[in-house]
């Protein structure tokens, strides 16, 4: 039972926000290319870095003031935060969560059609109908998924990354070596870290066994430091085919092939489509807790399995459009970048900014 708590406590928080960052962009290498490797190896380390510490910052303040306010759904964490400019948040929430499902429908589709040959229309549809059904069944299931999934991504990943080194460790080296392109990678890491940070309003349902702000600040700093080091492992393997990875859709595709092995190809293709669920699951869940806590507070309703798989399903198929329009590489290079500085503004600076004044952290 103890550990069980500690679990729940120090390290689920962590492994669900890694389950909304992992998402298509980042599972797939394409979000570390555009936010990171394009500036050049050594940069995009640094940039990395300045990701996690924004992360640990933000999770942490986040984290107490949920437990402070005992608000674990972002409708009234943010009316707390906000007051009646909550709305804001809504407002961005919503279009981050087309915006990142798109990117999600987009890479899902062009796994399948790498992978199996088939049309990409098919590979979206799969994920669509596996995210409305872990979302029709509430917030236990959903846990249980995102956690277990997460442990077997890290054996995954760390596979791959000791796989790599072995036959492309002498280049990798070389390629940090080399000189380094022109860009800013401390902007890229705040922009990389507030878009994703941005949407953890969503997961304050895995907040409630926190009592402490002891708890809350470890498990936040630990959540920031579970969510990047995958980030770490893709980073490293990307290296070792830097400059060309850069103009791959899908680089962790091209190292797969790189290594030449179908059994393994196949497992981490598999892992990578569950972190599509993973992170359309959790964003979508977060809605469905926000309507939950509206229909419990002002309608005294509670929100049926039904109508969470229904609202669910529009909200995919919405997305799912865009991304048959647009594409993954575009959405990532210029969807982002709007988003990231609109998550600044209605959460990372309100955040920190009533963590400071309440002297909550």
Partial sequence: ML??????????????????????GYGTGREIVEFFLLMGPRNGIYGMLVSMVIWCIVLACTFELSRQFKSYDYRSFLINILGRGWILYEFTYLIGLILVISVLGSAAGNLTMEVLGIPTILGTV???????ILAFFGSRIIEAFLSYWSIFLYIVFLVLIIWINSIYGHQITNNFSLPEETGSWFKNGIMYAAYNVGPVAAI???????????EAITSGILAGIIAIIPGFMIYYSLVSFYPAINEETIPTNFILDKIGSTPFK???????????????????????????????????????????FII?????VISIFIAEKFGLVNLIANGYGTLTWAYWLVFV?????VAIKKNYI
Avoid: A
């Avoid at 799969?126 to 409305?132: Q, R």
């Avoid at 964003?283 to 469905?288: C, K, R, T, W």
């Avoid at 669910?312 to 995919?316: E, F, G, H, I, Q």
């Avoid at 600076?349 to 900014?353: A, C, G, S, Y």
């Fill in 349 to 353: 600076i309100p955040v920190l900014f």
């Fill in 126 to 132: 799969v994920m669509i109908f596996m995210v409305g």
């Fill in 266 to 308: 196949l497992s981490f293709q598999l892992i990578l489509f569950g972190t599509f669920i993973e992170t359309g699951v959790g964003l979508i869940h977060g809605f469905n807790e926000r309507v939950s806590n509206w229909l419990k507070t002002e309608k005294n309703m509670d929100l049926s399995r039904s109508n969470r």
């Fill in 204 to 214: 304050l349902f895995c907040l409630t066994n926190i009592e402490t702000r002891r």
């Fill in 312 to 316: 669910s399903t529009v909200l995919l």
């Fill in 3 to 24: 550990r069980s708590n500690w679990f729940k406590k120090y390290l689920l928080p962590g492994f669900i926000f890694q389950s909304f960052v992992i998402g298509g």
